[in-house]
T-cell receptor, first 111, second 114 residues
Framework: AQRVTQPEKLLSVFKGAPVELKCNYS??????LFWYVQYSRQRLQLLLR??SRESIKGFTADLNKGETSFHLKKPFAQEEDSAMYYC?????????????FGTGTRLQVTL | NAGVTQTPKFRVLKTGQSMTLLCAQD?????MYWYRQDPGMGLRLIHY???????AKGEVPDGYNVSRLKKQNFLLGLESAAPSQTSVYFC?????????????FGPGTRLTVT
């Protein structure tokens, strides 16, 4: 069965330190992965998707099919990065495909 | 544009009561979704709709019903609320179907069933 695992409930880092939010997935099909973020008092929103290969707000994520991982990284954490981060996997095909979310990791950036 | 809105923001129900949560979007999106978010569980899909007049079951549909009579609205109903349905409910919409496209989320409805 498809599954998204985010092993850390809370990740606390100092400002300026590197950040790595872990995401592992289990899926027999061709995976499409996303990172969604929820800042305090804001809505859940898309941060980035693996097919875009883009850097958003300094964050990048590389899909590693061999390790079935899609870790989110940023070289230097900022206070405004503090938020809840969810990794999500597309499962199924076509219009019937859906997002499966991980349990989320709260990133806390402290001074 | 308001994007995705949800009504109400908060609600407290007694066991056995019924209620309807309303989701509205003004982006002309075809696809709409209802999720619930519980501590330690992430977001789980309850029901979704691929267009006006259509609905389909998600991962945790039991105890809920939905309707999509108008393209812009997606209603989630609880016919007989149970404490296990205490949760935060999120509605989302997307222009195209499936999980490959960005979903736009509402602000959430916090429901407590006592």
């Amino acid at each position: 069965a498809q599954r998204v695992t985010q092993p850390e409930k809370l990740l606390s880092v100092f400002k300026g330190a590197p950040v790595e939010l872990k995401c592992n997935y289990s899926y027999s099909g061709s995976p499409e992965l996303f990172w969604y973020v929820q800042y305090s008092r804001q809505r859940l929103q898309l941060l980035l998707r693996h097919i875009s290969r883009e850097s958003i707000k300094g964050f990048t994520a590389d899909l590693n099919k061999g390790e079935t991982s899609f870790h989110l990284k940023k070289p230097f954490a900022q206070e405004e990065d503090s938020a809840m981060y969810y990794c999500a996997l597309t499962t199924g095909t076509g219009t019937a495909s859906k997002l499966t979310f991980g349990t989320g990791t709260r990133l806390q950036v402290t001074l | 544009n308001a994007g995705v809105t949800q009504t109400p923001k908060f609600r407290v129900l007694k066991t056995g009561q019924s209620m309807t949560l309303l989701c509205a979007q003004d982006m002309n999106h075809e696809y709409m979704y209802w999720y619930r978010q519980d501590p330690g569980m992430g977001l789980r899909l309850i029901h979704y709709s691929v267009g006006e007049g259509t609905t389909a079951k998600g991962e945790v549909p039991d105890g809920y019903n939905v309707s999509r009579l108008k393209k812009q609205n997606f209603l989630l109903g609880l016919e007989s609320a149970a404490p296990s349905q205490t949760s935060v409910y999120f509605c989302a919409s997307s222009r195209y179907g499936g999980g490959s496209y960005e979903q736009y989320f509402g602000p959430g409805t916090r429901l407590t069933v006592t």
